[in-house]
């Protein structure tokens, strides 16, 4: 299915052009416009999942895979150290296209700063307690 609204459907299967990486049959892989460090990508499904828990399941099965595929190509290619597979759902976690997206960032030695965050404390009974809450969702 595909969003008449949505600027990846149109991206994904080509009506909007875009600098496209890599194309097979599910996904379009293209450049991040506004790139966290050089060769951000995004891999796009050509079909349209709003976020992680709407994709299809054999989609989901295919983008870790290739997610290491292109990552595995700019370590080749473009001499990044290492990368990050990078995945918003909703708004408050950062998500600002609700296509579902994979982010591949090239990490490279004295390469941008990208916030991570700061780690936390939690005591063994706040991590007991938090773990049984999530339990209770599934
Ligand atoms: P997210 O914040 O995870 O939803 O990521 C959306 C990403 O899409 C951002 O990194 C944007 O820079 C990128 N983006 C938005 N519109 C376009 C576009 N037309 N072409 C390429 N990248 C885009
Ligand atoms: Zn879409």
């Not at 097979?24 to 060769?39: E, H, K, N």
């Not at 828990?53 to 150290?81: Q, Y």
């Not at 950062?94 to 700061?118: K, L, N, S």
């Not at 007991?128 to 999530?134: N, P």
Request: net charge negative; proline share 6%.
């Amino acid at each position: 299915m595909k969003d008449e609204n949505c600027i990846f459907c149109k991206i994904a299967n080509g009506e909007i052009p875009s600098t496209t990486v890599y194309e097979d049959d599910d996904f379009r892989v293209i450049l991040d416009l506004g790139p966290a460090s050089r060769g951000h990508a995004l891999i796009l499904p050509k079909e349209h999942f709003a976020d992680v828990c709407a994709l299809d399941e054999a989609i989901a099965a295919k983008v870790l895979p290739l997610g290491a595929k292109i990552g595995s190509a700019m370590k080749r290619s473009l001499g990044c150290a290492g990368f990050n597979l990078v995945q918003n759902n909703g708004e408050a976690a950062g998500q600002t296209v609700f296509h579902f997206h994979m982010h591949v960032i090239p990490r490279y030695e004295d390469g941008p700063v990208i916030a991570g965050w700061t780690p936390g404390k939690a005591s063994p009974e706040e991590l007991a307690q938090v773990a049984q809450e999530i339990k209770k969702g599934l």
